[in-house]
């Protein structure tokens, strides 16, 4: 029974979070450039400092959490989203974009069902899901809980059409802020780790160099993909919002499918079909500068991007012990958004200099390199077939 709470405690919390990141993805582009009337290359610019303060955060969380214990450490990760959406209510400085950027993590470096905003929370979240969870139950849960996130993002995305700029941020906090707050009531297993030791240093390294591509390829392109119809196809910010609600929607059911893919195909096939094909869609983009077309890519890829998440994530956290997986899941996240980040920074600079399509293409390279990697590490994991 405790654990059933825990579970919703846990739930009540990353939707609402989800809800408010969904309000702030397209918000805070739409801010940034027409509002504030600043470049795609400041743009770029926040992008890439909030992703490296993420990925410094997410370590840091992801070793604490393992050293100083779960729910201590969510609560104060989880505080500072809410702050930042405030900060941002208060004042439209630019050294208040970059310290809220920074504090509510607005890296746009995942779909809004992957959690592309205020993203240091997830490996505490999916160390917490993995003690509360058995093995083999953890892709439908993972995949369950991203599920009900990405439709609370999208929902988030279609409700900014009832508030303006400053409504926006205001209640992105309150409603972010409820998610903390209910953390206090959640129980967890207390588990700590030795910070000196670190026995599945191959599997995370394994996981590591493929999650920096991951991050690269997201960094070229994630962040980029709403002011690429800003600027080629001159969409309003409320047209906008109903194509992401859409393609929010959409990725969020595709993760339904994540435990049917584990089972039929396994973790490494399940990644390489999934990506490749969101790669081959991708390179089409800055190619067919049709708008339908455009906007079929835009509504599918990151369906495409985030059916996989649940079953890697399942994958990571039964290959290496209790006690380590904070750490692993930390080190992962900060490895692929210090790839993003760089990325994001040298995407905004081709942006700004006019070189639109070249990120895309840059994405296709890597996202293949990236899939290689997978079929030559995880061979034998994939026999196994307990992922």
């Known amino acids: 029974m405790q654990k059933k709470i825990s579970l919703s ?3 009540f919390s990353r939707i609402s979070r989800s809800f408010a990141a969904g309000m702030l993805a397209i918000s805070f582009p739409y801010f940034v450039l027409n509002n504030l009337h600043l470049s795609t290359f400041l743009l770029g610019t926040l992008f890439a400092v909030a992703t490296v303060f993420t990925a410094f955060f997410g370590l840091f969380f992801g070793i604490i959490t393992d050293i100083w214990g779960r729910k201590k450490t969510l609560l104060v ?3 500072m989203l809410p702050l930042a959406c405030f900060m941002l209510w208060y004042s439209d400085s630019v050294q208040i974009l970059f310290i809220a950027s920074i504090l509510g993590g607005f890296s746009a470096t995942g779909s809004l069902a992957g959690g592309g905003i205020g993203g240091s929370v997830q490996p ?10 058995p093995a083999d139950k953890r892709t439908f849960f993972y995949s369950t809980f991203a599920f009900l996130n990405g439709v609370a993002a999208a929902i988030g995305t279609i409700f900014i059409r009832f508030l303006n700029e400053k409504e926006i941020f205001i209640t992105a906090g309150i409603i972010s802020l409820l998610g903390t707050i209910i953390l206090i009531f959640l129980r967890v297993p207390s588990l700590k780790g030795q910070l000196r030791k670190l026995s599945g240093k191959i599997t995370i390294g394994k996981f590591t160099l ?4 991951n991050g690269v390829s997201q ?3 994630t962040p980029f993909m709403i002011p690429f119809f800003i600027i080629v196809y001159k969409l309003s910010e409320n047209t906008m919002s109903t194509y992401a609600f859409i393609s929010g929607t959409i990725a969020a059911f ?3 499918a994540a435990p049917y ?3 039929k195909f396994g973790f490494v096939k399940s990644i390489v079909y999934s990506r490749g094909l969101s790669a081959l869609l991708i390179l089409l983009l800055p190619i067919f500068k049709f708008l339908p077309i455009s906007l079929f890519i835009y509504l599918v890829t990151p369906a495409l991007r985030v059916v996989s998440v649940p079953i890697q994530q399942t994958a990571l956290t039964s290959l290496v012990s209790e006690e380590e997986r904070g750490r692993a899941l930390g080190i992962n996240q900060v490895v692929r958004l210090a790839g993003s980040s760089v990325a994001t920074e040298v995407a905004g600079s081709l942006f700004y200099s006019n070189l639109i399509a070249l990120p895309f293409y840059l994405y296709f390279m890597t996202m ?6 997978y079929k030559i590490f995880f061979k034998k994991e994939e026999k196994l077939r307990t992922l």
């Not at 505490?124 to 969870?133: P, R, S, T, V």
């Not at 293949?368 to 990697?373: E, K, T, V, W």
């Open 219 to 221: 960094g070229l392109v």
């Open 254 to 256: 595709a993760l339904l």
């Open 124 to 133: 505490i979240q999916n160390a917490i899901l993995a003690d509360l969870i």
């Open 77 to 79: 990760a989880t505080l």
């Open 210 to 213: 493929t999650g920096f591509l």
């Open 261 to 263: 893919l584990d089972k």
């Open 368 to 373: 293949g390199a990236n899939i290689y990697l």
């Open 9 to 11: 405690i846990l739930l």
